[in-house]
């Protein structure tokens, strides 16, 4: 786990991200948004054997996505949907905590909340 500063461009923090994975195995696509559409970062990725998925930017003069490939960016929402619900716990909202452990430590315990709720739902 690591932490970066908020003004750090996120096509940056992909690789670190993908290092502190806790699975073993590299996934096979990521999907983003559009501040992903970068040629070395797909290059990069390329190389570990993970095709990144991003619409193309509008300023981008050759498209280097597949529309067939995008298909799968239509899903993207269950991700953004779970941050609005991290969202919803004021302590996540407005990091107070000093120390990354402690964070880290309340964001499982709104995971935990959050499944709970659901899991409640269903039944």
Not at 80 to 91: H, N, P, V
């Amino acid at each position: 786990m690591g932490i970066a500063s908020g003004e750090r461009n996120e096509q940056t923090l992909v690789l670190d991200t993908l290092k502190a994975r806790f699975v073993d195995e590299l996934p096979q696509r990521l999907i983003g948004d559009k501040a992903y559409d970068s040629d070395p970062l797909d290059a990069e990725l390329a190389k570990q054997g993970v095709d990144m998925i991003a619409p193309n930017l509008s300023t981008r003069i050759v498209q280097s996505q597949d529309r067939r490939k995008l298909t799968r960016y239509r899903r993207r929402w269950h991700v953004e949907r779970l941050f609005a619900w991290l969202m919803r716990s004021r302590r996540l909202t407005t990091r107070w905590d000093c120390k990354a452990e402690n964070f880290l430590g309340f964001v499982k315990l709104a995971c935990v909340v959050i499944l709970s709720r659901r899991l409640r739902d269903a039944f």
